[in-house]
């Protein structure tokens, strides 16, 4: 019964994934933080200089001999790992803006074919949007391993510094993605053909909702700006770890951008739903 | 299927479906016996779709009801029950044996090699993604699915749409087959000789609404034309459009054809009256029938 709805995030996964391993490759060549020699092993620039500051950063392997690429670093900071889940929680979530047109999409010509199985509506969507949320949280476990894999590639591992509420980051972004899913899914579940476009906006529109809460304007709007940015993702989307994450003029904590995101994830999800069950083909 | 076993395989009540102003189904009443092949005629926009989908709980009725074997259509039903649309509903981006493998893993009653069969029937490229098929092969690849998981019910829209001759005989082959296997088929075409040929049942529908309904032979033998030559222009005939057993009357120059229900011994005495160079009784064909259920020429 999951098959085409697994076909179809498979599809979407592969895409991402390659494109997620051509940036860990473009990353791994041309690092701002590293200087690259490709297919010379006879001692390079980076190396000298490494040489000669190795003893201001101590010890830890900063260069590395692999398959004809030679890497030098010079990081003085510690890397946090709540960084790293930020930005798998980012490529996910714009994986989940992606595949949340699954119900637009069977709504775009293929409802006598959805419809016409042994399941219920929702049964049918649940399915559907059960296999989407695993596809999104296996790309999210993909990029932490392929971001830690570029890390122990270029000998960075011993800067990776764990925050004390790394637990609760990553809570925040996994959900994160999913909140973008559910919005994604309710703004566009009983939309014919315009859901692309809607998904690929949602962003743009998020982003500018965000800036207007740094805009001077009269006090009702700015309320209603306000207002309408507690169901932006994006204000939740600060990768800080403790609950000073504040943002633009609305401060939110930790626990409540985790409860916020979950929240937008269910209402749009059960938004979707009920879209979804009032259709007709 | 489960159901009462007495109960027509589908009975449609006094459906009607509106969307805003309009009326695409208009108070349509048809019981279809289990095992029959039922033939759904009508122009286009007549509503033979939207029937369709109401009957598949694709569109809510605005009033009226369709029941299976006295039962209000439920998911489970579909276990045994096959719809194809008129434009086949495929996912352009997998390929045929990913849409038969769908198949599989949703209906128990798959069969594999039916599939297998049917495809090669239709000389079906099952590794193409649908996307990349003909509008014929699209249909056949439909119809594979359609009837590859053996059901009881098939309801078919237009299903010989965009194939050649040769397949579309093969389309009448299988609902023949179908239902001397006990399925109950419905399907409408615009095409009526492959009614005529298929259909032991036929219900013409106009703008919405029902105006013929019954067995095809019943009523070709019902319905006559009575078809007579003048060395003139046809003569209007006094009394003979105002003849309860007169359908339709069509004068062409010399013709004059009248569309008759029953033996219509009174139209051809009145016809006879005015004098022709030929009178004759024909039969009429389906054709004939439902251009003049429609009010067509």
Known sequence: MFYKEFLRVRNFFVVFALVMM??????????????????????????????????????????????GIVISNEPNEPFPISALLAFAGLVAAIFATGIGCGLACENNGHLEIAWTRPASRVGYAARLMAVDIAGILAIFAFTVLLCLGV????????????????????????????????????????????????????????????????????????????????????????????????????????????????AIAVVGIAAALTQWRALEA | MAGHPEAPAIEIAALTKRYGATTAVDDVSIAIPEGTIFGLLGTNGAGKTTTFKCAMGLARPSAGSVRFHGQAL???????????????????????MQHLEAARRTFAQYDRARARELADLFALDLRKRAGKLSKGQQSALGLVLAFSIRPQVLVLDEPSSGLDPLHQRHVLDLMIDAAAGGATVVFSSHQIGQVERAAERVAILHRGKLVLEGVVEDLKAQEKIVEATFETDAPTIAGLEAN???????????????????????????????????????????EDIFLVAVGGN
């Open chain 1, 22 to 67: 051509a940036i860990g490759l473009v990353v791994l060549l041309f690092s701002g933080h590293a200087k690259v020699s490709i297919g010379d092993d006879s001692p390079s620039t980076a190396q000298a200089e490494h040489a000669a500051t190795a003893d201001k950063f101590g010890p830890g392997p900063s260069q590395v001999h692999g398959t």
């Open chain 1, 151 to 262: 890390i122990y590639a270029v000998g960075l591992q011993h800067y990776l510094a764990l925050d004390p509420k790394v637990g609760a980051v990553l809570a925040r972004f996994l959900v994160y993605p999913l909140a973008w899913y559910g919005i994604v899914c309710g703004l566009t579940a009983s939309v014919r053909g315009r859901a692309g476009a809607i998904a690929g906006f949602s962003w743009l529109g998020a982003a500018i909702l965000l800036a207007l809460l740094d805009l001077k304007m009269p006090p009702v709007l700015h309320a209603i700006v306000k207002t309408l940015n507690y169901v932006n993702p994006l204000l939740y989307g600060n990768f800080a770890s403790g609950d000073e994450a504040s943002r633009h003029i609305v401060q939110i904590g930790l626990p409540i951008s985790i409860a916020a995101l979950s």
């Open chain 2, 74 to 96: 439920q998911p489970k039903m579909f276990e045994s029950m096959s719809y194809m649309p008129e434009r086949p509903a495929l996912y352009d981006w997998m390929t045929g």
């Open chain 2, 244 to 286: 309860a057993s007169v359908r339709h009357l069509m004068r062409q120059g010399r013709l004059l054809r009248a569309y008759i229900r029953g033996t219509g011994d009174g139209v051809v005495a009145a016809i006879q009256a005015a004098a022709p160079t030929s009178v004759r009784i024909l039969d009429q064909n389906l």
